[in-house]
Structures are given as structure tokens and as C-alpha cells.
């Protein structure tokens, strides 16, 4: 199964810029990375993903090195509203012949006043 | 509002009392999935359905059933919950049959549910 590897927390200030990141070394060549976040206990939401170029939204920028064994998340402005556990996730292929996300546990992003 | 709704938001039962938590989405998804998630294990899939009448087990399918009578409901049924069964659920749906994170996968708000 491929994997994900995060830091379990990180700290950030208010207004500075919030690195977060994550090593998938055994993605496969033509999976995608995917970000999701949780505030509190609340669904998990949606942030950006990529294959191989770097993306940028209205959210965040997703930077994927060139052999796309890490990618970070960059939060370009954090506000308090930031404070979150991050998802780093990438697909596997099931024995059956479909795709399943694994999530692992995530990185609490804490955004300091 | 596109939205993926689970009722009920919080569940105390006890041992051995079947229960249902109930999951409806509005935007005519076709892949639905069930996920529990436990401190320090993340979130971790229970079943899914790639359309209607189409199921399948996730990683943690023990003590659990679903069904897929209509596209948008997808209920996650506990026949005889045990405290293990203690956990915050989440319902996500998406459109495809492939589940793709990236095609809106939209999460519920969440069911926490205790069995004493």
C-alpha cells in the first residue's frame, strides 16, 4: 500500500507562511497527492492535489518534488482559522481492483496569535 | 446546498442494541463511504458503495453492514454494537464510481456514537 509519513504537530505564527510536509516514497507513478484538512471533529474538507506539477488555489500551493517521493503544503498567509489536522493522502489499489484513501493520523497545525 | 447529511450528530447506546445511522447526499454521487475515526488511528474506511446495490468492505468492516437501495442514502447499520464500537463516523460521498479525492469528495458532519 502506498503510505504517508507526516509530522504529528507543527506550530505556526499568525500572518507567516505554514510548511507542512509529507514524504509518500512508494506512491506510484501515476497517483495523485491529496490535501485535506479537519477542524476540530468536523468532516474533513477538501484542500488542493496534484500529480506531478505544483498547484496552487485559492486555499493553498502544493509543491511535489521532482521524483514525487515528498510534497508540501504551503499555507501562504496562516490565520487562526488555519488550525487544523492536515492530511497528506495518496490512493492504493485494492486487492479487488478498486482504489481506497488512506489517511493515516495527519499533522495538528496550530496557529499562534 | 450540496451537502452529505448524517443523522443522528450524537449517538449513546447500549451493548448488544441495534442501531442506524443514517446518511442522504443531494448531488447524486455516485460513490458513498463509510469511515470511524479513533485517536492516534486517523480515519479509517469501514464499507463503500460504488452505485447503487454495490457494496464492498473497507479496512475495518467488522460489526458492521450497509446497504444501497437508492443512490443517495447509505446506511451504516450496527446489528450488535460493542464498546469497541465507541467512535466518530463519517459518511463522504463522491461523483464517479472511481471515489476520487479529487472530485469533490464531500464529508458529512459526523456521527459520535457511544455503546456502553
Known amino acids: 500500500d502506498a503510505k504517508t509519513t507526516q509530522p504529528p504537530s507543527m506550530d505556526c505564527a499568525e500572518g507567516r507562511a505554514a510548511n507542512l510536509p509529507c514524504n509518500h516514497s512508494?506512491?506510484?507513478?501515476?497517483?495523485?497527492v491529496y490535501w485535506y484538512r479537519q477542524i476540530h471533529s468536523q468532516g474533513p474538507q477538501y484542500i488542493i492535489h496534484?500529480?506531478?506539477n505544483n498547484e496552487t488555489n485559492e486555499m493553498a500551493s502544493l509543491i511535489i518534488t521532482e521524483d514525487r517521493k515528498s510534497s508540501t503544503l504551503i499555507l501562504p498567509h496562516a490565520t487562526l482559522r488555519d488550525t487544523a489536522v492536515y492530511y497528506c493522502?495518496?490512493?492504493?489499489?485494492?486487492?479487488?481492483?478498486?482504489?481506497?484513501?488512506?489517511f493515516g493520523t495527519g499533522t495538528r497545525l496550530k496557529v499562534l496569535a | 446546498e450540496a451537502q452529505v447529511t448524517q443523522n443522528p450528530r450524537y449517538l449513546i447506546t447500549v451493548t448488544g442494541k441495534k442501531l442506524t445511522v443514517t446518511c442522504s447526499q443531494n448531488?447524486?454521487?455516485?460513490?458513498m463511504s463509510w469511515y470511524r475515526q479513533d485517536p492516534g488511528l486517523g480515519l479509517r474506511q469501514i464499507y463503500y458503495?460504488?452505485?447503487?446495490?454495490?457494496?464492498d468492505k473497507g479496512d475495518v468492516p467488522e460489526g458492521y453492514k450497509v446497504s444501497r437501495k437508492e443512490k443517495r442514502n447509505f446506511p451504516l447499520i450496527l446489528e450488535s454494537p460493542s464498546p469497541n464500537q465507541t467512535s466518530l463516523y463519517f459518511c463522504?460521498?463522491?461523483?464517479?464510481?472511481?471515489?476520487?479525492?479529487?472530485?469533490?469528495?464531500?464529508f458529512g458532519s459526523g456521527t459520535r456514537l457511544t455503546v456502553v
Open positions: 512508494t506512491i506510484s507513478g501515476n497517483e495523485y
Open positions: 496534484g500529480l506531478k
Open positions: 493522502i495518496v490512493r492504493a489499489l485494492t486487492t479487488s481492483g478498486t482504489y481506497k484513501y488512506i
Open positions: 463522504a460521498s463522491s461523483p464517479g464510481t472511481g471515489g476520487h479525492l479529487n472530485y469533490g469528495y464531500t
Open positions: 448531488m447524486n454521487h455516485e460513490y
Open positions: 458503495s460504488m452505485n447503487v446495490e454495490v457494496t
